[in-house]
């Protein structure tokens, strides 16, 4: 293995909700106010569902092969050539939803909060902080996240519960009002968000007790569906799903309309911290498991060397994929659910399943 860390089905879990989350609870609410509006809620529920069987597929072939990777398993399943094909898939969808997230980091740091910073300013500092945690392995990017996801969680619940006085329940009505088709458009991005959790197929070789990789999984996603729910709830409860269907960053405006008795006010720094320790690891775990892939594509014996590469890969390519933050806010809410959910969270997943299936192939248990 080149991975000589290991890790627990909890911890495991743990780096998948902060993997999901991290940029979820930011972009997501804006894009499915835009198609469900009021109704919003409704198609978290349907994502969540959906999310929870992406979680079964994935977690269902990794446990097949509890030895190996994604990378690994597809070659014996498809033969060299088709497998290596999609193995090359990988590293590049890896590096792809990465850079995207770098960008998505740089883009809200500038916009939100400092902007007058250079875009580069931030993607080199959060590409080199994270090039530091993979280096040191899976091990030590899954402990420090222990802690991060604590931070990550109190706080989002703190801010939840502030807002509790600022909502609106009139903003809910009417309940229902629209047919199936705009809930449905409405699951469609946070559902492909949830799909991420495929990511999960590059750590199950690592993971002590992989049997368990499936019920983890699936809570993983049922975690995130509460989250998000409770996301939504709380801005459109207290922005209105109009004002959340306009606002770029909807928590963050809503955390900035919190006032308790003109000494609790202004706490958006609150939500940069603990989003900033979120995506931290978000970009760590994508960049782990590109250079892990790459690693066991190329047949190398150690992932590390390629870790600096990698990081200025990364670095020119969140750069330069978009334009401005219109392009990359068009980009996630048309583009990237079909991209993703098509072909890297469902297509492939279903297709080397059910290639498992019918050939009986199966890995060695740990």
Avoid: C
Wanted: proline share 4%; glycine share 6%.
């Amino acid at each position: 293995m080149l991975e000589q860390g290991i890790i627990s089905p909890r911890q495991a879990m743990e780096l998948m909700v902060t993997t999901i989350i991290a940029t979820i609870i930011l972009f997501v609410p804006n894009f499915t106010a835009r198609e469900a509006l009021q109704d919003a809620w409704i198609s978290v529920v349907i994502a969540t569902l959906a999310g929870i069987m992406l979680a079964f597929l994935v977690t269902t072939l990794g446990m097949r092969f509890p030895n190996q990777t994604m990378i690994q398993y597809s070659q014996d399943l498809l033969g060299k050539f088709l497998g290596k094909g999609i193995g090359l898939l990988y590293i590049w969808f890896y590096l792809h939803i990465n850079a995207i997230i770098i960008r998505e980091f740089g883009e809200f740091m500038k916009t939100a909060f400092m902007p007058d910073t250079p875009l580069i300013v931030f993607t080199v500092t959060i590409v080199l902080l994270a090039a530091f945690a993979v280096r040191g392995g899976l091990e030590v990017i899954a402990r420090m996240n222990e802690w991060l996801l604590l931070l990550f969680l109190f706080t989002f619940i703190i801010i939840s519960f502030l807002a509790l006085g600022e909502i609106d329940l009139n903003n809910f009505k009417p309940v229902a009002e629209h047919n199936l088709l705009p809930l449905l458009r409405g699951a469609f991005a946070p559902t492909s968000w949830m799909g991420e959790i495929v990511a999960i197929t590059m750590v199950i070789p690592y993971i002590n007790q992989p049997g368990k990789s499936r019920r983890y999984g699936v809570g993983a996603v049922i975690l995130v569906g509460l989250l998000l729910l409770l996301s939504i709830f709380t801005s459109v409860g207290v922005l209105g799903a109009p004002s959340t269907a306009k606002f770029q960053f909807p928590l963050l405006e809503m955390v900035r309309l919190i006032n308790i008795a003109e000494f609790i006010e202004r706490i958006d720094a609150l939500v940069m911290v603990t989003w900033v320790a979120g995506v931290y690891i978000k970009i760590s775990v994508f960049f782990y498991v590109a250079v892990l892939a790459i690693s066991q594509w190329t047949q190398i014996q150690d992932y590390k060397p390629v870790t600096f590469p990698v990081g200025v890969i990364l670095t020119a390519f969140s750069l330069l994929i978009f334009e401005n933050t219109v392009e990359l806010a068009d980009f996630l809410s048309q583009t990237f659910p079909s991209y993703a959910l098509y072909l890297f969270e469902g297509g492939i997943p279903l297709l080397l399943l059910i290639t498992a299936l019918i050939t009986g192939k199966r890995g060695e248990k740990n």
